[in-house]
């Protein structure tokens, strides 16, 4: 639905997914969509399994080996595991997802140097972050501490959207000069799929809240609002709601606490940390 928003807008739009058949599917339904007189590229495709990142970092060398320029990232994978699971690269699979694989692609274009000099990064958050269960005397980046204990799927998922917005509020301030990066919260939405197809605790307790969902085309509103809106909105770093500034747990709001997620995603990914 994002897509479909932006492309009736008349940008080119470039979908990223780990199922070739059904990416292509997706940019097959965007074509046609761009009003008249646009100058809009055909939507195109890449194929990349984001859990992983020899693939995250594979992805982005490809878009700057085929001279894309990018004006705007839209971070929008994310996932629910019901049980806890390692990647190949020896880390929880929903922090993979939800954490590394936006910090990392991040990372990645910043290096490649196919981002324009006001390009934006769109993370997308959730208002579930106020569960997240984090040691701030000892953050957990990667996730495998809930290997030694209970695994409760909601507040993994929680935790993890936690980790990735504290990382998110210092690479703001790392930025470049006219970069920025946000945090949309959708809300919860119908027939995204995210609860039923998580499976677990979040697809047994799906129903109790579908009366309070919202529709997609209402869900996409902050995340296409962040992406287009001009001037770009403030604050860079922020988290957002139905398009205007929110307020996240008081733990994401911690300046020294986002540092330290910051350095330790970095190192455990391999990142050279930006400087200011």
Do not use: C
């Not at 994978?77 to 936006?102: C, I, K, M, S, W």
């Not at 697809?203 to 085309?217: E, G």
């Not at 609002?225 to 604050?235: D, E, F, K």
């Amino acid at each position: 639905m994002t897509a479909r928003r932006l492309a009736r807008a008349g940008r080119s739009v470039v979908l990223v997914g780990r199922d070739a058949t059904r990416t292509r599917g997706a940019a097959d339904s965007l074509r046609g969509l761009a009003p008249a007189g646009s100058d809009a590229a055909s939507p195109r495709v890449y194929t990349a399994d984001l859990e992983q990142w020899s693939q995250v970092r594979a992805l982005a060398a490809k878009l700057a080996a085929d001279g894309h320029s990018v004006d705007v990232l839209i971070n929008n994978a994310g996932a629910a595991f019901p049980r806890y699971e390692q990647t190949t690269d020896g880390v929880e699979r929903t922090y993979a997802l939800n954490h590394h694989a936006p910090f990392l692609l991040t990372h990645a274009l910043l290096a490649e140097g196919v981002l324009t000099l006001e390009a934006r990064f769109v993370n997308m958050s959730s208002f579930v972050e106020k569960r997240g269960r984090l040691d701030t005397t000892d953050p957990d980046v990667a996730g495998t501490s809930w290997g030694k204990r209970f695994y409760h799927q909601v507040n993994v998922y929680a935790t993890s959207k936690l980790v990735s917005l504290l990382a998110a509020r210092e690479l703001a301030h790392r930025l470049p000069d006219g970069m920025s990066l946000y945090n949309a919260n959708p809300g919860m939405v119908k027939g995204t799929g995210m609860n039923h197809n998580a499976g677990g605790l979040m697809r047994l307790t799906a129903p109790l809240f579908r009366p309070f969902a919202i529709t997609p085309d209402e869900g996409v509103q902050t995340p296409v609002w962040l992406a287009s809106a001009s001037p770009a909105p403030r604050p860079s770093g922020g988290f957002f709601s139905e398009s205007q500034p929110d307020t996240p747990s008081r733990l994401a709001l911690d300046d020294a606490l986002a540092r330290t997620v910051y350095s330790r995603t970095a190192a455990l990914l391999g990142v050279e940390p930006l400087t200011r």
